[in-house]
């Protein structure tokens, strides 16, 4: 058992007794973690309310080795979510990171690159930024950190170059976008606009910020939509299976 | 532990259920109740049974209630304008507490937690519309806990209120009576900024 530090984002907490807590966190340094804030319900406490949902902290905690919870010491608050005035779809997509870092992400399995999106896309949110745009983004960033990127102008299986007008087969399963010849006998493909994959494949750079002009017309956000629970509902069941 | 009746075990059990009591004070107040004489334990078994059997939820408010309403709804004395919105009957009992606000109450019973499974169609929001919608009420003060969850359910009902005459308000939050300046954390220093109030 040793003291750590890190940088934390708090995914949930539960109340585990009169005085304590047990906050899932997703570490900078250590991946996500659970562990018990013993004393967090107290109003004196050595956590300055830090341990609330979508708050960025920097914490100490015994890292236990065993299947055993980890045990916060202390927390300091880094930056609460507060979502400008009146701002739902902001608080709502905040929550939905949350649960998206908690499904996608395994305890002790740190992804530096995926804090410091989540970290971004959460202040953004909170700050009022338009949210399917930037929700779109973190799905499809945090995807590609994850070894899941699917692949949007060439074929997932054979790496032939797709031409991108009219529809396009399109398996999440199967790793993305599918040419006609590897298409044939797959289940689990939908044909995808090429505006779709166009969106996708600007949303996901991390090279330039053009995606920050990209205005998503309905018609193509409402497949993107679609396409992105369908990955995510695909792409789950293969982890956990 | 040495050996003990079937009975003790379950008593002891049982009080090892409750918040905040362990094993060791669980057979405390276990031997406790062994000796008590038989009147005593039982006006104990009764005070239990009552609570289950007599105490629900306030029709109008959520509140505990032994009769279809809360004495506080019941109460003549009580300003019929404005309404505060809690989460649990605890905090509502908090605010009694402090002995100064004299309108009524509506109890959540939870707060909005997607991340938890619970919707608002959990809580008792409907109830509260209906009640804004069909009384004399002016001024709904939202006192969920200021937290992340806890402000988001605020901002939910504030919407869903937006198109009833009626205003909304929260409670201040901000710099602990007694605390210093310097101490405290920007959050609560922009908190009190934003909630600044005449004199
Ligand atoms: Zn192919
Ligand atoms: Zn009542």
Redesign the interface.
Known sequence: MSSEKASALV??T?DF???SLVVWLFTREFGKISALAKGARRLKNPF??AL????LCRIVFLHKSSEALDLVTEAK?LR????TR?N?AG??A??YV??LL?DLTDENDPHPELFDLADETLAALAAGEVVPRRLARFELIALRFLGHAPALDQCAECGMKIDLTGRIAFGGIHGGALCRGCRQGKSSVVSVSAGVLRTMAQLADLETQAWRRIEIDAQILGELRKQEAKNNREILPQRLG | MSEVTRSVTELINEFAKM??VGKKSAERLAYYVLRLNRTEALVLADAIRNVKENVRYCRNCYNLAEQEECEICRDPNRNREVICVVEQPRDLMALEQAGTYHGLYHVLLGRIA???GMGPEQLTIDTLVNRVRSGTVREIVMATNP???G??TS??I??VLSDCAVRVTRLARGITTGSMLEFA?K?VLADALSGRQAF
């Open positions: 995914l949930r539960i007794s009169e005085t300055e309310s609330d949902v979508l708050t608050l609460r979510f507060r979502p009146q739902l608080l709502y905040g929550y949350a649960e908690g | 918040p905040g997607p991340l938890e937290t992340v969850e402000d988001g901002l939910y504030s919407n954390n959050e």
